[in-house]
């Protein structure tokens, strides 16, 4: 039965269900904080390089962000399916379930990707004016967007394997995986954009190269220390693991789908304002996400801590493991929205100095986006931990709100009635909103797994 598993699962099990919580998560959770700030870095990079091409490009690369999510959004549903029910049938010893759903997600992501693929070299320039290309923006969004095409089946399988890889508790390997390819993306930059004089075309490259050469690394990690191989002989294209995927996929499908339409909505939206506003936008989403990354690899890091326990029915660690990170989140994020309120100006002329529209209205966003930043960790933690234990219903709820049932409403409302400054406060508006609702769907589940704890005694 463990074989599929690999030497060491023994060994691994045990920690999970038996080490110190606040230990294990710190210890899943660096190699995971680390994969994600340098993700966010090299998103971040080619902004900055593109930079110097001005600020239509800069919007051009901008525009295209919002497509990276619906990416993500492929990746983290089959990784996030897959990987949450992984994680509780190793908590519960069914390795060979465990098995079939990593392959089953695996070649499921791989096929996805390539339906995206071919779907957008199809329509490639009504996909970039959908994605809100203006018509200044629209070469260079072409551009960029062929190359970040063609990269997305690995794009999608490499997600999928980094969070298969967090849910078994083996983070390092898709640290290793996503910060190779980041530092290649890293080093590709400035030689193919301005060494070869590929302008655009160089970003889009670089990043593609990058994402396959991650892909390789992933795939690699997969088959080492105990985690899961993925394997052709274990795909198993049956209902019931497609039924698992969505009920554990479901919510980051609906999170990062809505993600991307506010993302194109908010776009299309600024469009009217000029490409400053398009291009000071996109700079934000970047920044706030690179903050946002350490907070959300501190979550990733709780991810297989509370899928191993739940599934052991340790639903004292669970709790415990829970509320160590609501505190580490709410103190990180709490000096992180100091600082970028403090530094908000400095931090938009590194990528656009030389255009001071860019710099005012990104750091009027950055601020407003800065001020409810302590908020967002306890949102975020609490939707990992409803997906993780497969509270699908709750998790999608929570995933929907805050980019779709309050962003997209407040984006036309405030933008309506204020203008720019109401379109710049359209997040904000929804991170408050959303953590309102979120406080009765978390507190309701930790009380009901303190009352089954308390039974258990």
């Not at 509780?88 to 997600?105: D, W, Y």
């Not at 004089?197 to 105990?226: D, K, N, P």
């Not at 009920?247 to 999170?255: A, H, I």
Request: glycine residues 12%.
């Amino acid at each position: 039965m463990t074989e599929d598993a690999g030497p060491g699962f023994d060994e691994k099990y045990d920690q999970m269900v038996n080490m110190p919580v606040e230990g294990l998560v710190c210890r899943f959770a660096a190699p995971a904080i680390v994969s994600m700030l340098v993700s966010a870095l090299y998103n971040m990079a080619d902004t900055y390089f593109v930079g110097a091409l001005g600020t239509s490009a800069t919007a051009g690369v901008g525009v295209v962000f919002s497509l990276m999510s619906i990416i993500q959004a492929a990746g983290f549903f089959f990784g996030n399916g897959s990987g949450n029910y992984v994680s509780r049938q190793l908590g519960g010893l069914h390795i060979e379930n465990a098995a079939k759903m990593a392959s089953t997600g695996f070649f499921s992501a791989l096929a996805s990707g390539s339906v995206i693929m071919a779907l957008g070299l199809m329509f490639l320039e009504p996909l970039a004016r959908f994605l809100g290309a203006t018509e200044t923006i629209l070469p260079y969004a072409c551009d960029y967007l062929r190359f970040i095409l063609i990269g997305v089946p690995w794009m999608v399988a490499s997600l999928m394997l980094n969070s298969l890889l967090r849910f078994q508790g083996s983070a390092f390997y898709g640290m290793i995986g996503i910060a190779g390819g980041a530092v290649i993306n890293i080093a590709l930059d400035p030689i193919l954009i301005f060494g070869m004089g590929m302008g655009v075309v160089g970003a889009s490259l670089a990043t593609m190269i990058s994402q396959f050469t991650g892909f390789c690394m992933l795939l690699y990690g997969c088959a080492r220390h105990g985690n899961i191989m993925v394997n052709l002989k274990n795909f198993t294209p049956r209902i019931y693991f497609f039924k698992e995927i969505f009920r554990g996929g479901g919510p980051s499908l609906l999170r990062q789908g809505i993600a991307g339409a506010a993302v194109i909505c908010m776009n299309r939206m600024a469009g009217s304002y000029g490409d400053a506003a398009i291009a000071a936008i996109s700079i934000v989403q970047r920044v706030i996400m690179f903050a946002n990354s350490a907070m959300i690899g501190f979550g990733q890091g709780f991810q297989p801590v509370c899928g191993f326990n739940y599934g052991a029915e340790r639903f004292d660690r669970v709790s415990r493991a829970f509320w160590f990170c609501v505190r580490v989140s709410t103190a990180m994020l709490f000096a992180s929205g100091i600082a970028g309120i403090a530094m908000a100006p400095s931090i938009i002329a590194v990528f656009r100095g030389d255009d001071p529209a860019v710099i005012s209205i990104g750091t009027t966003s950055l601020r407003l986006n800065c001020a409810l930043f302590p908020l967002v960790g306890w949102v975020i933690l609490n939707n990992m931990m409803l997906q993780t234990i497969g509270m699908a219903g709750r998790a999608s709820i929570l995933a929907v709100s805050r980019q779709g049932l309050f962003l997209l409403p407040a984006i036309f409302i405030l933008t309506s009635q204020m203008g720019l400054i109401g379109l710049l406060a359209s997040q904000p508006v929804a991170d408050f909103a959303t953590f309102l609702l979120s406080l009765p769907l978390g507190l309701g589940v930790l009380g009901e797994m303190k009352r089954r704890s308390d039974s258990m005694i």
